[in-house]
């Protein structure tokens, strides 16, 4: 199992014992002063709260309209699926995949995996899935670095919204919303303590 102990310092490779810091407290390696752990407070808490906001905001941040055009007396919503899906037509297929995964696709799984866990940790609710849904989820995290270019195609919005006759919709403040609740969820999922309770549970099944 991942992270359930610290045999070595993964910065500075020395060898270590295992240390359990108290909530407000955290543990460095004596060595290189590397941030080993530090445990957060309500995680289970704060991660199921977090996650059923975030469930509730995708489906604004999805489906309504992130910009408005006004072309020749018409206009046009663009929400975030109809600019993959233009983009698909337009042959820039990489890009529109690209897109698709950081807006739609990777905070969605991000939410749901999170909500799933911290929900059968909330109510102490064994599950055989529970450690495949966390391994999945910390192999989302490695792909968190797609977050700093979606944030590009909201600061490409703006500018388009002040140039062009554009006007910002009501999605493209559910997105941010949405990139601030991500964010949030990251910081407050203490993955020792949910890899603890995981294994806890698993005991207690039999
Ligand atoms: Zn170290």
């Not at 975030?80 to 042959?91: A, D, K, Q, R």
């Not at 195609?153 to 559910?174: E, H, P």
Request: glycine fraction near 6%.
């Amino acid at each position: 199992m991942e992270n359930t102990k610290f045999d070595a310092c993964p910065e500075c490779d020395l060898l270590l014992n295992r240390a359990l810091p108290e909530i407000g407290e955290k543990a460095l390696c004596p060595r290189c002063g590397h941030l080993l752990y530090r445990p957060r407070k309500q995680s289970i808490e704060r991660t199921f709260a977090l996650s059923v906001a975030g469930l509730i905001v995708i489906f604004p941040a999805n489906l309504l309209p992130l910009i408005g055009i006004k072309l020749l007396g018409n206009s046009h919503d663009g929400t975030l699926w109809s600019g993959v899906i233009g983009l698909f037509n337009e042959g820039m297929w990489a890009v529109a995949i690209l897109v698709f995964l950081s807006s739609i696709l990777f905070p969605l799984t991000n939410i749901i995996l999170s909500l799933l866990i911290s929900v059968h940790l909330y109510f102490d609710k064994p599950n055989r899935y529970l450690g495949s849904w966390m391994r999945w989820l910390q192999h989302l995290d490695e792909w968190a670095m797609l977050e700093v270019y979606t944030l590009g195609i909201i600061v490409a919005c703006v500018k388009l919204a002040s140039t062009a006759d554009l006007k910002l919709g009501f999605g493209l403040y559910a997105f941010v919303t949405l990139l601030l609740i991500t964010a949030m969820l990251a910081s407050s999922l203490d993955t020792y303590l949910f890899w603890q309770r995981i294994a806890h549970l698993r005991r207690h099944e039999a």
